[in-house]
């Protein structure tokens, strides 16, 4: 169980790597603009950061590695992507804390001990693996771990708000068959599969809703990108 286990990883983690080396999901024009934000948003600051479904943190370390920062906590399901996070950040000179577990049971978990004690909780295309429920009880509970100046910052895929999940997943995946020629036909067929049966995006009026719904005082978006189905939000108290 454990070999099948690290065996699905390591090939999604490879198809990841093959994603980001060639920029198939826009990484670069989002991560750039959530990290012009929170140099914007805090500068100088000494930082206390929830990074809910974190995987190997690569994406982030480059922010992580230069910024002043308090603690570090990042949450993700795989204990073989936490492995990788020490590799990808360095020592960061603060307190880190891996939680291997389901974000949805680790942020309940958090509500109960750490209220109000983050900065800034961060999500990075991890949040589209649950549907709208369990992301408006997610959207309720991250609004509590938040200081009063705190910033919770959304990157995910999202779905138009005419589109059906399925019209959703044939425009998503379309170029994944035509475009994406780094990753041979295994990869492609394993990547199709994978976001067949995960992903459930929302749309931006939902997710805007949500945030409204459980109370941030404002909610920006900084990116919503049509081509990657990419979006950026940012939201504080
Ligand atoms: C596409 S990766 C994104 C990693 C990183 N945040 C980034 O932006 O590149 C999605 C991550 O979410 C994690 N994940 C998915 N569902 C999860 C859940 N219910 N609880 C914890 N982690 C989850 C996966 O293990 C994976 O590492």
């Known amino acids: ?44 600051q000494s930082l206390d950061l929830l990074d809910i479904g974190c995987g190997d943190a690569q994406t982030l370390a480059a922010f992580l590695q230069t910024s002043a920062l308090q603690s570090y906590t ?10 990788l996070v020490p590799k990808n950040v360095g020592s960061l000179n603060c307190a880190v804390t891996l939680m ?53 910052y959304l990157i995910d895929v999202y779905q138009q708000e005419n589109e059906t999940r399925e019209t959703y997943l044939d425009r998503y995946l379309a170029p994944t068959l035509t475009h994406w020629h780094a990753l041979d036909e295994h990869e492609t067929a394993l990547l199709n599969t994978h976001v067949r049966s995960s992903d459930f995006p929302s749309t931006r009026t939902k997710l805007e809703s949500m945030a409204f719904d459980v109370g941030f005082a404002n909610c920006e978006c900084l990116l919503a990108d049509p081509i990657h189905s990419n979006i950026l939000l940012s939201m504080g108290k």
């Open 74 to 83: 990042g949450i993700d399901l795989s204990k073989e992507a936490l492995e």
């Open 100 to 152: 291997n577990d389901d974000f949805v049971a680790a942020i309940e978990q958090l509500t109960q001990e750490q209220i109000g004690q983050f900065d800034v909780i961060f999500s990075g295309f991890a949040l589209h693996h649950v549907q709208d429920e369990t992301k408006a009880k997610l959207f309720a509970n991250i609004k509590q771990l938040l200081k009063p100046h705190g910033r919770f």
């Open 1 to 44: 169980m454990t070999t099948d286990y690290n065996h699905i990883f390591n090939q999604h983690w490879t198809i990841y790597q093959k994603i980001l080396q060639h920029d198939y999901m826009g990484h670069q024009a989002v991560f750039g603009l959530l990290e012009g934000s929170l140099v914007t948003h805090f500068p100088d």
